[in-house]
């Protein structure tokens, strides 16, 4: 066999090198991460930090969980997290809200902020701001950021919108979450104003006046259930500046508050849309019985005959949409009292659901009871229990072991992480 030269050694090596980073760039988040956002890296070989309060600030806080980069975020504590000011998140950070005890965690009179949070990962966690929050500001904002995921979250009562992003914003994905009640008197679903991709996956919009959402930039826009919206649902663009959006496989569902306006708002020719299979049903009569969108109630828009060419992602039919939101949309693990209501509200079908400006008048009064809980035992604090190392053959008492990288491309303490929650299958 000829022996390689000196260059064709590193060309070689240069060209193993490369296409490992690849495949390292290739990481997804987790099992199920979809969407532009699907390949953030989060806290991935950082440090450990333990949320042992629900405090608002100083040592083993949220508030000072989150306030250094290259870290994974677990919880010894469920319960809610009362803040008085805006939380900032910084870059790098993995939130593993599935690992809280109890019923999960609440974090509730503020909201928090993304900008700049570049590679986070956030997972099963209720951001639920509030009338106590701070005036023009959103429940979950970032105005500048790129490669987040936003997975099974729950976020409400927005003061000015609710999950709002609006800036050099690019490769983001909210999935399987649900985003409701933005409080009047600017009740609204959020803005996605972006330089980039962003998507939403599965995701429950209720009870919103307006905005759900409103939509600049490019847009993935799938397997969304939208209900009783009241002047807005779907607001395409509004605007001269150019818009690009797959909008595919939706269920709008007309509620209470929603009289007669149409899925679809404020369309121009600058919005670049294909569109296919969203369903819209307006009747009120307690099922589920909606049909297909017709081109024309779209508006003025750009028609594409072919798809963007966005991420692929799981495409379930707008009924089997509407079944995974009841099922398991926003921080489901353990639903709280809150979602419990929006659930309730979704599944009457048109016949409850209203818009509100204080959260306080809810059945929950706020956001309800949220039990706390025990957390297992961690000796080295690497937050893998004991009982698990033991059972993956890691050693409990070696805290460099959670970062050790398995062939499945996840570190030990990910593989803990990814297991309280399934494997990532959406049906």
Known sequence: ??????????????????????????????????????????????????????????????????SKPNRTVVFDVGGVIKIDSRIVVSPNVTIAGQTAPGDGITIYGNGLSYTNANNSITRYIRVRMGKIGEKGKDAVALATGNDMMFDHMSIS?????????????????????????????????????????????????????????????????????????????????????????????????????????????????????????????ANLNGKLDGTEIPIAEYGPVTWKQQAFDFPKVTLLTPQQAYEF???????????????????????SLGTKGKTISDEMSLPTKGPGVVKGGKALADTDRDGMPDAWEKKNKLNPKDPKDGSIIGQDGYSNLERYLNSLVGNGAVM
């Open 1 to 66: 066999m000829k022996k390689l030269t000196t260059f064709g050694r590193a060309a070689l090596l240069a060209s193993s090198l490369f296409f490992s980073n690849q495949l390292a760039a290739q990481q997804l988040a987790f099992p199920g991460a979809e969407g532009f956002g699907r390949f953030a890296t989060g806290g991935r070989g950082g440090e450990v930090y333990h949320v042992t309060n629900l405090n608002d600030s100083g040592p083993g806080s949220f508030r000072d969980a989150v």
């Open 157 to 281: 009562w927005g003061k000015d919108g609710t999950f709002d992003l609006n800036g050099d914003v690019k490769n983001v994905t909210l999935q399987n979450s649900i985003i409701s009640q933005g409080l009047h008197t600017h009740s609204t679903g959020g803005l996605v104003q972006s330089t980039g991709g962003v998507s939403l996956l599965r995701n429950l919009y209720i009870d919103n006046h307006t905005r759900n959402p409103k939509v600049k930039g490019i847009n993935q826009f799938v397997n969304n259930v939208i209900y009783n919206w009241e002047v807005g649902a779907y607001i395409l663009g509004g605007s001269a500046g150019r818009s690009d959006a797959n909008i595919e496989n939706n269920y709008f569902i007309a509620g209470p508050g929603s009289k007669e306006t149409p899925p679809f708002t404020r369309a121009t020719e600058t919005f670049h849309l294909y569109a296919q299979n969203n369903l819209f049903d």
């Open 325 to 347: 939101v009841v099922a398991k949309a926003g921080a489901s693990l353990r639903r709280d009292e809150v979602d419990k209501f929006l659930i309730d509200e979704l599944t």
